[in-house]
């Protein structure tokens, strides 16, 4: 019986820390969502797209995955991630008297889950897959991301948003490009494997930016 019992108290005792560390993660999230209605109030204009764009947003959901320790926990929590930030933004921000279109706010959750669920997996991919093709890939998820948005908002928005944030988010992109292809798929292929995701995936977001 004792070594039934010490089982079941570690496997109690793992399910208590799973609990916490989503608990904090996603908490965490909700946290941002707030932090991100009040910023884009009283942020500075030249910070002001960080409160109103998707890379922070994917950001934050791929932090979560490191709460997990499976790659279907990792894109679970991840998908929980995206909308729980959402619904941290839009209620914090119902609640300051700023009304929102619930289109918006069912097109932003539904983004944050498919966005969040991918970003997850990625994060798992490129802390445990073994193929370094595959980790390649994953290293240009959120950079690709970022940089299509930076080019939309350069080349779409450029009149009503300051040119110098989307710069900076572009050159952060690349930054995070360089560094994770460094730390998890450095190779001649790795590297052109990155930089041709991180590229198609930014043609995606761009023109996905264009349609809505």
Request: include cysteine.
């Amino acid at each position: 019986m004792a070594p039934c019992a010490s089982t079941l108290a570690t496997m109690t005792a793992g399910a208590d820390g799973a609990v916490r560390r989503w608990a904090i993660a996603l908490i965490g999230a909700f946290a941002a969502g707030v932090a991100m209605s009040f910023g884009q109030t009283y942020a500075p204009e030249w910070l002001a797209p960080l409160c109103n764009s998707a890379a922070p947003v994917v950001a934050v959901a791929g932090l979560t995955a490191f709460a997990a320790r499976r790659w279907w926990s990792s894109a679970l929590i991840a998908a929980l991630a995206g909308p729980t930030l959402i619904a941290g933004y839009y209620l914090t921000s119902q609640l300051r008297g700023f009304a929102a279109s619930m289109s918006w706010v069912v097109l932003w959750a539904t983004a944050g889950v498919l966005f969040g669920a991918v970003m997850g997996l990625a994060v798992w991919v490129l802390l445990h897959a073994s193929r370094l093709m595959v980790r390649a890939v994953a290293a240009a998820l959120w950079p690709g991301i970022a940089l299509g948005e930076a080019a939309h908002g350069l080349l779409r928005n450029g009149e009503s948003t300051p040119a110098g944030y989307w710069w900076a988010q572009a050159v952060v992109a690349v930054v995070v490009l360089t560094a994770v292809t460094w730390k998890h798929a450095w190779s001649v292929l790795g590297c052109v494997l990155a930089t041709v995701s991180a590229a198609l995936i930014a043609a995606v977001i761009f023109a996905v930016y264009g349609a809505v």
